[in-house]
């Protein structure tokens, strides 16, 4: 079975470090993933897709095939930042099937 | 503006009495989808569509139904609500699942 892994419910960090949300996939065709952001009572919002290799809000995550991972960095975390991130694994059969999420909490 | 519509934001009911949740969308994407969002378990899909009259289930569709008679418009229908069913209700469409998914403002259910 197809699964996607957030091993992490909360990362807490101090604003201005780093930030690295783990996800792992397993999967063994060519995975097409994203990121998602849900600020705190809003809609769940498309952060990031890794096949367009786009930054965004000074996130950034690469795919790397031989830990079957797609972790979202961030070099100085923001207080702004704070919000849910759900990984999206590999699409299977137009299913798009979310991690449980993580959430995110900056410090100031 | 391209958005998703969701109806009702909130929800209260009783349970065993029909409810129906909408969902339109206004930018002629194909894939649809319905998801509840839970403490501790993320996102679980209920139902998706791939097309007009398109519909599979996904890993928690056990007490609901969905349609899909126009493009535009995919509602949640829960024949006979539970408890069990309270949660966050998310609609989300997409032109393919390859640019990822839409998603609406969301709807809370309480059964009680």
């Known amino acids: 079975a197809q699964r996607v892994t957030q091993p992490e419910k909360l990362l807490s960090v101090f604003k201005g470090a780093p930030v690295e949300l783990k996800c792992n996939y397993s999967y063994s065709g060519s995975p097409e993933l994203f990121w998602y952001v849900q600020y705190s009572r809003q809609r769940l919002q498309l952060l990031l897709r890794?096949?367009s290799r786009e930054s965004i809000k000074g996130f950034t995550a690469d795919l790397n095939k031989g830990e079957t991972s797609f972790h979202l960095k961030k070099p100085f975390a923001q207080e702004e930042d704070s919000a849910m991130y759900y990984c999206?694994?590999?699409?299977?059969?137009?299913?798009?099937?979310f991690g449980t999420g993580t959430r995110l909490q900056v410090f100031p | 503006e391209a958005q998703v519509t969701q109806n009702p934001r909130y929800l209260i009911t009783v349970t065993g009495k029909k409810l129906t949740v909408t969902c339109s969308q206004n930018m002629n994407h194909e894939y649809m989808s319905w998801y509840r969002q839970d403490p501790g378990l993320g996102l679980r899909q209920i139902y998706y569509s791939m097309n007009v009259e398109v519909t599979d289930k996904g890993d928690v569709p056990e007490g609901y139904k969905v349609s899909r008679k126009e493009k535009r418009n995919f509602p949640l229908i829960l024949e006979s609500p539970s408890p069990n069913q309270t949660s966050l209700y998310f609609c989300?469409?997409?032109?393919?699942?390859?640019?990822?998914?839409?998603f609406g403002s969301g709807t809370r259910l309480t059964v009680v």
């Open positions: 989300a469409s997409s032109v393919t699942g390859y640019y990822g998914y839409t």
């Open positions: 999206a694994p590999p699409r299977y059969t137009d299913k798009l099937i």
């Open positions: 890794h096949i």
